[in-house]
């Protein structure tokens, strides 16, 4: 028993410790093999990220655009998605934002001053009109804006509008800003709405529009027919005052007004063009974090673009691109630690993480799983595989631990009751031997007093007989059993013979032993298929044990009857009964309830092993109700009219 308990243990112990490590492995594995992959990954979508930004600066140099100032700082902002630029020429002079040209025309200015004259002092608009309008021909915006005012003081409305939309320079921008705010306070102007409409028109077209568009010239310079930055950003906002909310023009007009306050203040924060090539430096600039980048251009100057923080998260967008589909998530953060793009994810550890590529500024990209430590839970799935296998094993041994454990218990048990056996057939042969021996020896010696009591002594040895002769049957019929060597003879066979077979043989002894036995028979009890002797030996083993497990007064009660297809023949007796527990074992081999020798009832445990035998080969069944005191029912059914099979 010892050894086959350490025979389960002792591979179970070993097979938990090869688990508890192999488990502990399976981690480590998981996370160096992730790791791994993840990290190639990384370099994968760096070069991605590097590849993306070089070849934008690289369509900056071949793009063939307007060196307009104006047209260049449209498409960065409208087009390329940057916040801002300042340029310098091949020089390093600033060309935008620039100041206006100081153009001090003495003449011209006496001349603006006699205008004015005469519109202010003298209230004079039409003289004043007639005066500007030579001025404005010359191209000063002030005498084109005076020309304006002095028409709508007139209440010539048209003639202002006319004067206002003729000229296609951005000069004329203040004129017709000047007309659009008069139109707004005045509402009783006839045709005032189409006036407007193409005011603003005219005014979008003016502000941030290239003149020179498509032409390559050689320098950015090359063209003054624009408005310096500062008044172009005054008449834009004003203009986007007066835009209806919603109209298609405010949207980018905002983007360039905000994109050109922008570069007026980056102007005045970097005054000259040196700084590092292609590479974003974080700078403030009006209290905004951004980025800005020094780029030589191949047709000009130097450029300096500035990019806003989601600009840089955009140009970082390769990072979530490359894993967008994958298990880990990507944070991305400054130098501060900061988050530029990706998600935070709180708390969890990197995988892996890189430095951004060159060029960006200082910051790194990681790489995390959301619910934190993935790795046990990928590690989870192979370990659950190495547990449930574990489990099963063990499952599997305690099982077959469980079954050799039954097994063995059932062979001890065997042997106990063989040993048993042998000791309680001992026994039981030699107390008839004995007795009979005694009777045979007095009848020899011619001790007995007269003919009668000889004939007492004979029938005496003849029950003595009876009795060994049917224990010896019983041996054989278990022995024969136990070989299955038995074969029923099936046969219509009558109840009630049966029945009397089996009180006849066992009349004697209950005379002997002063049993009272009485039958019931029910009426017109069917026949059945069956062996007939078998059925008397059944028939005689309840008889007898209902006599032998029976006290002083013993009353048998032996009733045959059909019911449900069967028919049942029920022993009852007044005996001692035994225990419900003992009652499910009472059929086994040599087992008796009380098997000390000291016992009274002769038997050795065979007699219900043999009844049960049958009555299986016979298909039927046999039920006990036993009370310890009050007696027990032994009911063998039998059924009725099938041929029951031979065994
Ligand atoms: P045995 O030769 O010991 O009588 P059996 O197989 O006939 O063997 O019976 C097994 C055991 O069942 C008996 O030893 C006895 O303890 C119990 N038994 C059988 N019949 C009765 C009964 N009618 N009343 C009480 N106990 C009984």
């Given at each position: 028993?010892?050894l086959?308990?350490?025979?389960?243990?002792?591979?179970?112990?070993?097979?938990?410790?090869?688990?508890?490590?192999?488990v502990?492995?399976?981690?480590?594995?998981?996370?160096?093999?992730?790791?791994?992959?993840?990290g190639?990954?990384?370099?994968?979508a760096?070069?991605?990220?590097?590849?993306?930004?070089?070849?934008?600066?690289?369509?900056?140099?071949?793009?063939?655009?307007s060196m307009?100032?104006?047209?260049?700082?449209?498409?960065?902002?409208?087009?390329?998605?940057?916040?801002g630029?300042v340029?310098?020429?091949?020089?390093?002079?600033?060309?935008?934002?620039?100041?206006?040209?100081?153009?001090?025309?003495?003449?011209?200015?006496?001349?603006?001053?006699?205008a004015?004259?005469?519109?202010?002092?003298?209230?004079?608009?039409?003289?004043?009109?007639?005066?500007?309008?030579?001025?404005?021909?010359?191209?000063?915006?002030?005498?084109?804006?005076?020309?304006?005012?002095?028409?709508?003081k007139?209440?010539r409305?048209?003639?202002?509008a006319?004067?206002a939309?003729?000229?296609?320079?951005?000069?004329a921008?203040?004129?017709?800003?000047l007309?659009?705010?008069?139109?707004q306070?005045?509402?009783?102007?006839?045709?005032?709405?189409?006036?407007?409409?193409?005011?603003?028109?005219?005014?979008?077209?003016?502000?941030?529009?290239?003149?020179?568009?498509g032409?390559?010239?050689?320098?950015f310079?090359?063209?003054?027919?624009?408005?310096?930055?500062?008044?172009?950003?005054?008449?834009?906002?004003?203009l986007?005052?007066a835009?209806e909310p919603?109209?298609?023009?405010?949207?980018p007009?905002?983007q360039?007004?905000?994109?050109?306050?922008?570069?007026?203040?980056?102007?005045?924060?970097?005054?000259s063009?040196?700084?590092?090539?292609d590479s974003?430096?974080?700078v403030?600039?009006?209290?905004?974090?951004?980025?800005?980048?020094?780029?030589?251009?191949p047709?000009?100057g130097?450029?300096?673009?500035?990019?806003s923080?989601e600009?840089?998260?955009?140009?970082?967008d390769?990072?979530?691109e490359?894993?967008?589909?994958?298990?880990?998530?990507?944070?991305?953060?400054?130098?501060?630690?900061?988050?530029?793009?990706?998600?935070?994810g709180?708390?969890?550890?990197?995988?892996?993480s890189?430095?951004?590529?060159e060029?960006?500024p200082d910051?790194?990209?990681?790489?995390?799983?959301?619910?934190g430590?993935?790795?046990?839970?990928?590690?989870?799935?192979?370990?659950?595989?190495?547990i449930?296998?574990?489990?099963?094993?063990?499952?599997?041994?305690?099982?077959?631990?469980?079954?050799?454990?039954?097994?063995?218990?059932?062979?001890?048990?065997?042997?106990?009751?063989?040993?048993?056996?042998?000791a309680?057939v001992?026994?039981?042969?030699?107390t008839?031997?004995?007795?009979?021996?005694l009777?045979?020896?007095?009848?020899?010696?011619g001790?007995?007093?007269?003919?009668?009591?000889?004939?007492e002594?004979?029938?005496?040895?003849?029950?003595?007989?009876?009795?060994?002769?049917?224990?010896?049957?019983?041996?054989?019929?278990?022995?024969?059993?136990?070989?299955?060597?038995?074969?029923?003879?099936?046969a219509?066979?009558?109840?009630?013979?049966?029945?009397?077979?089996?009180?006849?043989?066992?009349?004697?002894?209950?005379?002997?032993?002063?049993?009272?036995?009485?039958?019931?028979?029910?009426?017109?009890?069917?026949?059945?298929?069956?062996?007939?002797?078998a059925?008397?030996?059944?028939?005689?083993?309840?008889?007898?044990?209902a006599?032998?497990?029976?006290t002083?007064?013993?009353?048998?009660?032996?009733?045959?009857?059909?019911?449900?297809?069967?028919?049942?023949?029920?022993?009852s007796?007044?005996?001692?009964?035994?225990?419900?527990r003992?009652?499910?074992?009472?059929?086994?081999?040599?087992y008796?309830?009380d098997?000390?020798?000291?016992?009274?009832?002769?038997?050795?445990?065979?007699?219900?092993?043999?009844?049960?035998?049958?009555?299986?080969?016979?298909?039927g069944?046999?039920?006990?109700?036993?009370r310890p005191?009050?007696?027990?029912?032994?009911?063998?059914r039998?059924?009725?009219?099938?041929?029951?099979?031979?065994?």
């Amino acid at each position: 028993m010892a050894l086959l308990a350490a025979a389960v243990v002792l591979p179970t112990v070993s097979l938990l410790w090869f688990m508890s490590r192999a488990v502990g492995n399976e981690r480590l594995v998981i996370q160096q093999k992730l790791t791994a992959l993840y990290g190639q990954q990384l370099e994968d979508a760096d070069e991605q990220v590097k590849t993306r930004i070089n070849e934008r600066f690289d369509g900056f140099s071949r793009a063939n655009w307007s060196m307009d100032p104006y047209g260049l700082l449209r498409r960065l902002v409208l087009t390329e998605g940057f916040q801002g630029v300042v340029l310098w020429d091949r020089d390093g002079t600033p060309v935008y934002p620039a100041a206006a040209p100081q153009r001090v025309d003495e003449q011209a200015e006496s001349r603006l001053a006699d205008a004015w004259q005469l519109e202010f002092a003298e209230e004079n608009p039409a003289a004043a009109a007639e005066r500007y309008s030579r001025l404005a021909a010359s191209g000063d915006p002030r005498a084109l804006a005076g020309q304006v005012r002095c028409l709508t003081k007139l209440n010539r409305w048209d003639a202002a509008a006319q004067a206002a939309l003729i000229s296609q320079s951005s000069e004329a921008a203040p004129a017709r800003l000047l007309l659009l705010s008069l139109l707004q306070k005045n509402d009783s102007v006839t045709g005032r709405q189409d006036m407007q409409t193409r005011l603003i028109r005219a005014l979008s077209e003016d502000l941030f529009n290239s003149d020179s568009d498509g032409v390559i010239t050689p320098d950015f310079a090359a063209t003054d027919d624009y408005l310096p930055a500062a008044q172009n950003l005054f008449i834009a906002r004003k203009l986007l005052a007066a835009l209806e909310p919603g109209a298609p023009e405010s949207d980018p007009l905002s983007q360039l007004v905000a994109a050109e306050q922008l570069s007026l203040e980056a102007a005045d924060v970097f005054s000259s063009p040196a700084g590092p090539v292609d590479s974003l430096v974080p700078v403030r600039i009006g209290g905004e974090a951004l980025y800005a980048i020094h780029h030589p251009t191949p047709f000009a100057g130097t450029m300096l673009i500035l990019l806003s923080n989601e600009g840089l998260a955009a140009a970082l967008d390769g990072y979530l691109e490359a894993f967008a589909d994958s298990d880990v998530h990507v944070r991305i953060l400054d130098s501060q630690g900061a988050l530029i793009a990706g998600e935070f994810g709180e708390d969890t550890p990197a995988i892996v993480s890189a430095r951004l590529p060159e060029g960006f500024p200082d910051g790194t990209v990681e790489l995390f799983f959301e619910d934190g430590d993935m790795f046990n839970k990928v590690a989870g799935r192979q370990i659950a595989i190495y547990i449930w296998t574990g489990a099963l094993v063990i499952l599997l041994m305690l099982v077959v631990g469980a079954f050799a454990v039954q097994a063995v218990g059932r062979q001890m048990r065997l042997n106990k009751m063989k040993n048993d056996f042998i000791a309680t057939v001992s026994h039981e042969l030699k107390t008839p031997l004995a007795s009979m021996r005694l009777l045979v020896d007095t009848l020899l010696e011619g001790r007995t007093r007269d003919e009668a009591h000889a004939k007492e002594y004979l029938s005496m040895i003849a029950r003595e007989n009876e009795r060994l002769t049917r224990m010896i049957e019983n041996f054989l019929s278990f022995s024969r059993m136990e070989r299955n060597k038995n074969a029923f003879t099936m046969a219509a066979a009558s109840p009630s013979e049966i029945v009397d077979d089996a009180i006849d043989s066992v009349c004697t002894k209950y005379r002997t032993n002063k049993c009272r036995l009485d039958t019931d028979l029910a009426d017109g009890l069917p026949e059945i298929q069956a062996d007939h002797d078998a059925v008397v030996t059944v028939l005689i083993n309840l008889l007898d044990n209902a006599c032998k497990y029976t006290t002083d007064d013993k009353q048998i009660h032996l009733s045959v009857f059909a019911e449900e297809g069967d028919v049942c023949f029920a022993v009852s007796d007044n005996g001692i009964g035994m225990p419900r527990r003992q009652v499910r074992r009472i059929f086994d081999s040599f087992y008796q309830v009380d098997s000390s020798l000291a016992r009274t009832a002769e038997g050795c445990g065979l007699g219900l092993s043999i009844v049960r035998f049958i009555i299986n080969a016979h298909k039927g069944r046999v039920d006990v109700d036993s009370r310890p005191g009050e007696g027990s029912t032994f009911t063998v059914r039998l059924p009725i009219g099938r041929k029951n099979g031979a065994a």
